[in-house]
């Protein structure tokens, strides 16, 4: 991760697509999206930030 100026305030990203809000929030709540969510404090000391946001392909 690299800033355009200074340091950058994030460690790390991830990035996934869903078909739609139901389906992200389905995967969140199943058994490996509650262990990915219970794992997020052990490296994500300082908080994470959740960005949600439509995709849009093409131009």
């Known amino acids: 991760m690299a800033a355009t100026q200074?340091?950058?305030p994030y460690?790390?990203?991830f990035e996934a697509e869903?078909?739609?809000a139901a389906a992200m929030t389905a995967a969140r709540a199943s058994?490996?999206?509650r262990q990915?969510?219970?794992d997020v404090a052990n490296y994500?000391?300082?908080g994470?930030?959740?960005i949600h946001y439509p995709v849009q392909y093409g131009g």
Do not use: L, S, Y
């Open 11 to 13: 460690f790390a990203v």
């Open 36 to 38: 990915v969510t219970a």
């Open 31 to 33: 058994p490996q999206g």
């Open 18 to 20: 869903f078909a739609d």
């Open 6 to 8: 200074g340091q950058t």
């Open 48 to 50: 994470a930030v959740v």
């Open 44 to 46: 994500a000391t300082g």
